[in-house]
């Protein structure tokens, strides 16, 4: 007579007993990857978006830039009224043959204090102010001036001019920054959130 049945479990070949039944075996969950699951999706918040994102930062920093030293120029005192010099000529001296002779009451009441005021200073310079400022293409090219019988080299060393361009810059560019950074962050982001969705998701098929 033959011992119990061995049910869903059998002898092996070395007398001990071999457990057959399957339906005890657990299929192991599969790991989450924590990468996008579209390829498209993929390629676009991993490639398109960083690639995107480092050109707006690249053009938003000189523009942020320009915008911000048109506000604050004035305030710093970045720009303002040109600068003359003056140079003593001697007897007979001229700086090229193309300089010009420009009689002094010709100047402006602007350009003549600022002219005084240059031949005083120990330095031959002086500031004039823009708005008297009638004889600015001569002043640039240079011009012979006598003053109480003594010729000088009077030039424009200056024109520590303003930089014309719209205030909108400034936001436009540092708006274009903070966008771009997010453009960068979006690849390790999105990472995290898909690990995080799919073991959410692996948690629920339990």
């Known amino acids: 007579m033959s011992g119990d049945d061995g049910g869903p479990s059998d002898r092996s070949d070395d007398g001990g007993w071999r457990d057959t039944d399957t339906?005890?075996?657990?299929?192991e969950d599969p790991l989450a990857t924590g990468e996008p699951t579209e390829s498209e999706e993929s390629y676009l918040l991993t490639y398109a978006a960083p690639f995107l994102g480092v050109l707006l930062i690249a053009s938003g920093i000189p523009i942020a830039l320009v915008g911000g030293y048109v506000v604050m120029q004035d305030t710093l005192g970045l720009c303002g009224d040109p600068d003359i010099e003056v140079r003593a000529l001697e007897d007979g001296e001229r700086p090229a043959s193309t300089v010009e002779d420009l009689e002094y009451d010709n100047l402006s009441e602007t350009e003549q204090r600022a002219l005084r005021e240059a031949i005083d200073s120990p330095l031959e310079e002086a500031t004039v102010d823009g708005e008297g400022l009638k004889n600015e293409a001569a002043l640039l090219e240079g011009v012979v001036v006598?003053?109480?019988?003594?010729?000088?080299?009077?030039?424009?060393?200056?024109?520590?001019?303003?930089?014309?361009?719209?205030?909108?810059?400034?936001p436009i560019g540092s708006v274009a920054i903070l966008v771009g950074i997010a453009g960068v962050l979006t690849p390790p982001i999105y990472r995290k959130m898909a690990g995080f969705e799919e073991r959410i998701q692996r948690d629920r098929g339990r």
């Open 23 to 27: 339906g005890s075996d657990t299929a």
């Open 146 to 170: 006598e003053v109480d019988g003594q010729e000088y080299y009077v030039r424009i060393a200056s024109l520590n001019s303003c930089l014309e361009a719209e205030p909108l810059l400034f």
